[in-house]
DNA sequence: GCAGACTTGGAAACCGCTTTCCGGGAGGTC
DNA sequence: GACCTCCCGGAAAGCGGTTTCCAAGTCTGC
């Protein structure tokens, strides 16, 4: 590969100046060397070796994602919104997926450190195994105490900024919109017990019926995923409205219903949570709680990057989209 | 940051032998000596830092994956068929949106270059303009020229390996397949002229047709998203099948047929073409062309590790599937 | 015309790690 | 017991840049 002590070379002047005319610095080069070294750099194809560069500068620029499965559409949102957000820093990003594996993530976490990432986003739901969450934990701090910056969409666990759904208070909100239309038999489709959103998002919704003086939902436990909303939704009982914990499985469960000749919402209403834009087209329209993923995903970049001392978590809250696969009881 | 000399230091041992142990040599080290490093590493929390390793190495761990658009589930699919092979190779991957800009790409390139990543990924399609086409040839050549390796998905234009669907074959399938439910008139959402997939599809199709001795499609251009299918729709004429060059811009079109009281299949019948899986709950089912995304993403990866000498370019089938978006004539 | 303030180019130290090359000690052979 | 290997630890030379520190000009202003 050329390197720079080529072009210097093929330009006649030191590595110190052609390093000031190609690699940004504060001093001035004249106009005349400058030309020669940009010549030379041209006439040879030279690239920065940017593992030297971040050696030699002691900060890199570039910013690590982690999500869990960059082929569901909640994830490449996020990753998105915060890519877009990276490439206006200037940053580049690399990006892992554990598939769900927390030790793949703190693995993960491990190698980005090694790269000495600048920042590292941490996307997804936390498992509620305070074991793993602390070998994470301790992964970051070890992170951290090296002067790396991290943030986190999803449950405020990890001591790190926190870009924090509000899923209780919008599952809240939604059961109360469904009540309103009349509904009082109602099942949750609720995702793995031990993954924080879909529990917070069981518990919010849960709470609200019982406020309500309405009487608890099934819960139905499941993965958290298309298939498992699928699944699940062949346990429902004589419930005429279920919430699926995310849109995800809200699609699922559709699908199972539709298999089994049971029409939606006629038969029975069905909501999600997310508002995946992928799924707009979807039929019958899926009611549900829009989160603004794209901007959570830059936020988290943002507040990761952000020097401040203080951990900050950002609540982020839903808003009920009410669509045509619920129906008012009469 | 904790060093390797930190390390060594508390170790009482040299870099040298510090180096041994913990970042894998074929050299041995004493047990004795070994274990007193590894708990002096552990102690002070150490990671190697890859940038460093990387230079003095000369080879690094990481390939890079160029896509258009992360939450688009064909990108998606592909990346993460890439992703998961790389994963297997104990590679990083360091991922890029251009958001369909053509520059974009070729900055990508260069910096990736400059990353001396391993390999890089270049994935979708390519836009027939020669000059554009020409400047990320020659900036890969570059790339190359170092010694960096390259594979594209998509249209066999660059000169390095390339898995290349068979969109003009799986086109022309398509509308034998059509045909044969007695189809005659019909109508192609064939996306932007100048992208050389969209471009393929529709000549495959209308190749078909002609071969049949069908009239020739009405041939409807537009963006290559959901809204261009959308958009499209709008304009078709009294065709009874439209073919939409990817399923996504199929969703849009049948979202414009629903609005518009159009029933499908029964007023008119619409095809895609990819099978995008997140799209395999869709009502109605989506007729199209499944091409093995995954697959095609990891065998990239392969190719643009693999060490032989001559461009191959391979070739992957599309397999026609019938669903109820489309009727049969009767 | 000259002191002093700025500019600008180059030499060299350094970033953190790998790896070659040396050297000393242990073990094996005759 | 002498000689040869083999094994393993350490010193030091890079890897390809950045940046500090000097030194030599180049401009000012009076």
């Given at each position: 590969?050329?390197?720079?002590?080529?072009?210097?070379?093929?330009?006649?002047?030191?590595?110190?100046?052609a390093s000031r005319v190609l690699n940004g610095s504060t001093r001035q080069v004249g106009a005349a060397l400058r030309a020669r070294v940009e010549q030379a750099a041209?006439?040879?194809?030279?690239?920065?070796?940017?593992?030297?560069?971040?050696?030699?500068?002691?900060?890199?620029?570039?910013?690590?994602?982690?999500?869990?499965?960059?082929?569901?559409?909640?994830?490449?949102a996020l990753a998105d919104g915060a890519m877009r957000a990276a490439a206006t820093e200037g940053l580049l990003v690399m990006v892992g997926t554990t598939h769900r594996d927390p030790e793949q993530e703190i693995a993960y976490v491990a190698t980005l450190h090694a790269q000495r990432v600048r920042a590292v986003l941490l996307v997804g739901s936390r498992v509620a195994d305070p074991a793993v969450t602390g070998r994470l934990r301790d992964e970051l701090a070890r992170y951290q105490a090296g002067g790396g910056?991290?943030?986190?969409?999803?449950?405020?666990?990890?001591?790190?900024?926190?870009?924090?759904?509000?899923?209780?208070?919008?599952?809240?909100?939604?059961?109360?919109?469904?009540?309103g239309l009349g509904h009082t038999k109602f099942a949750v489709l609720a995702g793995p017990p031990h993954l924080v959103t879909a529990a917070d998002r069981c518990a919010g919704f849960a709470g609200a019926l019982g406020e309500l003086g309405l009487p608890a939902p099934q819960v139905i436990h499941g993965p958290f995923d298309r298939d498992g909303g699928y699944a699940a939704a062949q346990q429902v009982g004589d419930a005429t409205c279920v919430f699926a914990v995310n849109d995800v499985m809200a699609?699922?469960?559709?699908?199972?219903?539709?298999?089994?000749?049971?029409?939606?919402?006629?038969?029975?209403?069905?909501?999600?949570?997310?508002?995946?834009?992928?799924?707009?087209?979807?039929?019958?329209?899926?009611t549900t709680v829009r989160l603004p993923l794209k901007d959570m995903g830059a936020r988290a970049l943002v507040l990761a990057l952000n020097e401040d001392d203080p951990v900050v978590v950002e609540q982020v809250a839903g808003e009920v989209v009410l669509r045509e696969s619920v129906r008012r009881m009469t």
């Open positions: 590969m050329v390197t720079l002590e080529d072009v210097a070379k093929q330009a006649g002047v030191s590595l110190a100046t041209d006439e040879l194809g030279y690239r920065a070796n940017i593992a030297a560069q971040t050696l030699a500068r002691g900060a890199s620029n570039v910013i690590g994602i982690v999500v869990h499965d960059l082929t569901d559409p909640y994830f490449a910056r991290a943030a986190c969409v999803g449950q405020d666990l990890l001591g790190v900024d926190t870009v924090a759904p509000a899923n209780r208070q919008g599952a809240a909100e939604l059961a109360r919109a469904l009540a699609v699922g469960a559709l699908a199972a219903c539709r298999e089994r000749g049971i029409r939606v919402p006629e038969d029975v209403s069905v909501a999600g949570f997310d508002d995946i834009v992928t799924l707009r087209d979807h039929v019958p329209a899926l």
